[in-house]
T-cell receptor, first 115, second 111 residues
Framework: GAVVSQHPSWVICKSGTSVKIECRSL??????MFWYRQFPKQSLMLMAT?????????EQGVEKDKFLINHASLTLSTLTVTSAHPEDSSFYIC???????????FGPGTRLTVL | QKEVEQDPGPLSVPEGAIVSLNCTYS??????FMWYRQYSRKGPELLMY????GNKEDGRFTAQVDKSSKYISLFIRDSQPSDSATYLC???????????FGKGITLSVRP
């Protein structure tokens, strides 16, 4: 399967600060990347679809001004959580599609804790 | 009713047992069915990818899809402690459609 990395793997920040999470596709030029959020004992919820060189498409209920996504190259997408609050604490996971849009390869995830 | 339902478990079995994991769904448009394995604090890993009804086997893993009943299963034969993880089912309506995930079931295989 494809190799996807995320950085950082975990981060703790104070309420009100911004946090940037990087997602890299190490062996595949990913036109499309996805960002998910997973709360404890919950399923993965798609937040947004990120297309290289264009604006991300956000799922209903996800604030695009709070979760800024940039997909500037075929191997890098970033998610910035702006003015983070404790309720934003979660496991954030990125993925990219393979041969098909729905065949996705996931990164190891980033655990965000907002104090 | 959620689109995808999955018994959250947890499920504990002895080593060597046959494990059966299941998901039901309500959206008849789903045609692609996947199973992912997720180890603690890691991202999901694609195990099985199937299209429409039928069976697919890969080593100790068999995926079954029954579209008439809107029911999918993952069977693990000769389960090993290394199979201990959370298993998530996922579905999509088309090859270019987003994935909808179940909550996942945590499996523990006891040595």
């Amino acid at each position: 399967g494809a190799v996807v990395s995320q950085h950082p793997s975990w981060v703790i920040c104070k309420s009100g600060t911004s946090v940037k999470i990087e997602c890299r596709s190490l062996d595949f030029q990913a036109t499309t990347m996805f960002w998910y959020r997973q709360f404890p004992k919950q399923s993965l919820m798609l937040m947004a679809t990120s297309n290289e060189g264009s604006k991300a498409t956000y799922e209903q209920g996800v604030e695009k001004d709070k979760f800024l996504i940039n997909h500037a190259s075929l191997t890098l997408s970033t998610l910035t959580v702006t003015s983070a609050h404790p309720e934003d604490s979660s496991f954030y996971i990125c993925s990219h599609s393979g041969r098909a849009y729905n065949e996705q390869f996931f990164g190891p995830g980033t655990r965000l804790t907002v104090l | 009713q959620k689109e995808v339902e999955q018994d959250p478990g947890p499920l504990s079995v002895p080593e060597g047992a046959i494990v059966s994991l299941n998901c039901t769904y309500s959206n008849s448009a789903f045609q692609y069915f996947m199973w992912y394995r997720q180890y603690s604090r890691k991202g999901p890993e694609l195990l099985m990818y199937t299209y429409s009804s039928g069976n697919k086997e890969d080593g100790r893993f068999t995926a079954q899809v029954d579209k008439s009943s809107k029911y999918i299963s993952l069977f693990i034969r000769d389960s090993q402690p290394s199979d201990s993880a959370t298993y998530l089912c996922a579905m999509s309506a088309g090859a270019n459609s987003k994935l909808t995930f179940g909550k996942g079931i945590t499996l523990s295989v006891r040595p």
